[in-house]
C-alpha cells in the first residue's frame, strides 16, 4: 500500500492508531485507517457413488495440479453459497445437501478453508474456466502425488478416513508452513 | 475506494476483469485490480460455573449494550487465538479448552461469525479498553432485551438450549437483515 485509496496522498505511514495495538497503514492527511484481514476460501467436496469430484488446475499458481473445487469467498454471500459457486464454476457441476465438513486455519498465508460436503447432481460435471480437466475418482484413483495445495490433501485424507469409518464429524484445525517449507497440522 | 493505492492515480474504475464475473475495483493505468472479501468475526462463549461471561460495551456501536467478547480476526493469527484474544481485550480474561461452537453467516454486512466456548481460568475478569463492565451471568440474569447485535442473542440461545438438554452439537446458518430492519435466521 503507497498512496491512500480515499484521499491519494502518498504519506501512507504503518503505525500504531491510537486505543488500537497493532500497525495498521494509515493515512496521516485525511486519517483514514486501512484494515487487513484473513479471506475466507470455501469449496466443496462433492460426492457421486462413492466418488469424489476433482478438477484440474487450468490456471496459476499450481497449474496442472489437481484440487478440489474452492476459492475465496465473496462479499454479499453466504459460506455454502460460495462453495456451490466454486463448484459450479470450476466444474459446472451442481451440488445440493452440503453440510459443512472441515474448517482449517492457515495463517501463514492469512486464510480460512471452509469445506462442505454434498452430492453431486446427477453425476454431471464438465471442465469450468478454470479448469482443464474434471473427474469423478475414488480414494485410490486420486493423485496423491499431484495434488495442487497441501489443505486439499488434509480434506481428502479426513473424508477416506471418515468413510471408512462410516462416521462423518467436523474437523477443526490449523496448517502452517514451517521455515524448511514441510507444513505443520494440529487437529483438535 | 476513489484512489488507486498501489500507484495514486485517479482513474479507479468499477468493472468486471478479463476472466471474471463480477465487477472489482481496477486501476485502468497500472492494471491493479482490488478486492473486498466477508471478513472473519470471532468470540467466545466463556464459562465460569454455570455463568457465561458477558461485556457491557464502551465503544459504538452499540455502546452501553452488552455483548459476547468477539471481535475481527487478525492476519497471522487462528481464528480460535482471536477468540482468545478478543476475550483477553474486552474482559482480561484468560480462557482454555477451546472448541468450534457456531458459524454464521451475516450475508448483508459481509461477516462470517465463528464463535467458541471455553473455560474462564479461574472465573477471572474485569473490563478491558472496549469494556464498561464484565459478568458472569446464568440465562436469567442475561439481559435479553439489551443485547447488543441480534448475533449475540442468537448464540446465547442457542447455548442455554444445548445446555438444557445437555448435548452441544456445532451450528451453522445463516443471519439475515430484511428490508423491513427484522432478521432472518436460517439453521442447518
Not at 500497525?23 to 496521516?28: H, I, N, S
Not at 469424489?52 to 462479499?75: D, H, Q, S
Not at 482443464?132 to 486420486?142: C, K, T, W
Amino acid at each position: 500500500m503507497k498512496f491512500c485509496s480515499s484521499c491519494g496522498s502518498a504519506e501512507i505511514t504503518l503505525t500504531i492508531p491510537e486505543g488500537d495495538n497493532r500497525p495498521r497503514y494509515v493515512c496521516p492527511l485525511c486519517q483514514e485507517i486501512f484494515y487487513h484481514n484473513p479471506k475466507i476460501v470455501a469449496g466443496c467436496i462433492a460426492e457421486w457413488q462413492g466418488k469424489v469430484l476433482m478438477c484440474k488446475r487450468e490456471i496459476e499458481p499450481r497449474y496442472g495440479k489437481w484440487t478440489l473445487p474452492a476459492g475465496f469467498m465473496e462479499n454479499h454471500e453466504t459460506t455454502l453459497e460460495a462453495a456451490a459457486r466454486e463448484t459450479q464454476e470450476e466444474a459446472t457441476a451442481q451440488v445440493e445437501n452440503l453440510s459443512l465438513y472441515t474448517m482449517y486455519n492457515l495463517p501463514h498465508i492469512n486464510q480460512v478453508y471452509v469445506m462442505f460436503r454434498g452430492d453431486l447432481v446427477e453425476g454431471h460435471a464438465s471442465p469450468g474456466l478454470e479448469s482443464s480437466e474434471v473427474a469423478l475418482m475414488d480414494e485410490q484413483e486420486i493423485p496423491w502425488q499431484e495434488l495442487a495445495f497441501p489443505i486439499i490433501k488434509e480434506n481428502l485424507e479426513l473424508y477416506f478416513q471418515d468413510r471408512r469409518s462410516n462416521h462423518f464429524t467436523l474437523h477443526y484445525g490449523d496448517m502452517r508452513r514451517l521455515p524448511n517449507m514441510s507444513y505443520e497440522i494440529e487437529r483438535y
